[in-house]
């Protein structure tokens, strides 16, 4: 018997309430002035870009993608507010200048590129200097920048932005390695080094007339944990969808509320004797009599198969494990004993009655980062809110 007619499909519910609300709890950590970019990358972090950034435009004051596309399918749903483009570019430099997209410079060839564009103007750009994640832009402070020469580097690179023909010194940032970690608020933690050669490079733009109006440093973590990493801008993301960047931060913010909700359909019920072997290699085999629910969820929705016998959801009041290896569109629960479980009832395997986000990535070994943003093209975005 069914008893529901929604879909066949996987939904992540979103809830965009809550995302208002995580912002709301986010500016109430940074000073008043200070400007709240959301970092809306990987289709907001697997939320859906297309209903999150409108939702968000009211709140925020600017949003930062990854990638030229995303940055152009923010001004094609409409978006007005500033984009930043966290990576350096090397196509379509044109259509993002005439967008008015900002863009970021990690080294001269970056530049390069931006003067080579023949863009429409003059590009915005943020000059993006390591301070310690080791990932872009010019190693400043100990113990990247052995030689030292680094500060010069930068100051180079600076006044070349602002003086260039195609481009306009706009603002200067780095990027927190390790602000989540429990050590983060302690005097010479990596994130202290890195506030100090951040500061240091601002320092040395003002001392050259230099320093551009929009600073900015801090992730999530860097707004939660770390006050001091908050200059002109902060660039929060996983915090922006409810989410802990880590176990320490979760209990430094407890008033996050994660926005997703991951269920899928129940498609087939069946009573099992003990003894039954289930799934793929017939690695679960039911220790008792038990109800076994399959669903329409798989790794290829991006649900892990890692959680294999492992993995935890809620169907109804009833508590299940998922029942032998997950498949690639359905997975099996053992639902227990005694369950009442119909075709058409959603089990709850992410967030709402089901495990937390941060709980179904650990018990996956990853991490919600890669949970929330692995959600695949067929979960259909619901939005409530
Ligand atoms: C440059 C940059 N800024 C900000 C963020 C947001 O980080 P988080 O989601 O940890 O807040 C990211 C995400 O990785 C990023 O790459």
Not at 12 to 18: C, E, G, Q, S
Not at 168 to 173: F, Q, Y
Not at 246 to 253: F, T
Not at 345 to 372: C, N
């Amino acid at each position: 018997m069914s008893r529901s007619a929604s879909s066949d499909a996987p939904h992540a519910i979103v809830d965009l309430t809550a995302l208002a609300a995580n912002v709301a709890a986010l500016r109430a950590r940074i000073a008043p002035g200070t400007r709240l970019m959301a970092a809306v990358k990987a289709d907001a972090y697997g939320h859906g870009v297309a209903r999150v950034a409108p939702a968000l435009s009211a709140f925020v004051d600017a949003f930062g993608v990854a990638t030229a596309e995303e940055a152009l399918e923010l001004r094609a749903l409409g978006i007005a507010q500033d984009v930043l483009v966290f990576g350096p570019v090397r196509a379509r430099i044109a259509e993002l200048v005439a967008a008015d997209v900002a863009l970021t410079v990690a080294g001269p060839d970056d530049l390069d590129a931006i003067a080579r564009a023949a863009a429409p103007g003059r590009a915005r750009v943020h000059l993006k200097v390591d301070t310690g994640m080791g990932r872009l832009g010019t190693p400043v402070g100990a113990p990247s920048d052995a030689s030292g020469s680094g500060l010069r580097t930068v100051l180079e690179l600076a006044a070349a932005v602002d003086r260039g023909r195609a481009s306009l010194l706009e603002g200067v940032w780095s990027h927190l390695a390790s602000a989540d970690d429990p050590d983060a608020a302690v005097a010479d933690s990596s994130a202290d080094a890195q506030i100090a050669a951040f500061r240091e490079v601002l320092q040395a733009l003002d001392a050259s007339s230099l320093r551009p109006p929009m600073a900015h440093l801090a992730n999530s973590a860097g707004v939660i944990a770390r006050p001091d990493a908050q200059f002109d801008l902060v660039r929060p993301g996983i915090a922006v969808y409810g989410q802990p960047p880590s176990p320490h931060v979760a209990g430094l913010a407890p008033e996050l509320r994660p926005a997703l909700t991951l269920d899928a359909p129940v498609t087939f019920v069946k009573r099992l004797p003990a003894g039954a072997p289930i799934g793929y290699g017939g690695t679960w085999i039911a220790q008792r009599a038990t109800v076994l629910a399959t669903v329409r969820l798989g790794y290829a929705d991006g649900y892990p198969r890692s959680l294999s016998s492992r993995g935890l959801a809620s169907v109804g009041d009833h508590h299940a494990r998922v029942a032998g290896r997950v498949c690639m569109d359905q997975v099996m629960l053992d639902v227990g004993p005694d369950a009442d479980v119909a075709l058409g009832d959603r089990a709850v395997f992410v967030g709402g009655a089901g495990p937390s986000a941060v709980a179904v990535a650990e018990a996956a070994g990853s991490f919600v980062y890669e949970l929330l943003t692995g959600l695949g093209a067929r979960v259909a975005r619901r939005y409530v809110g």
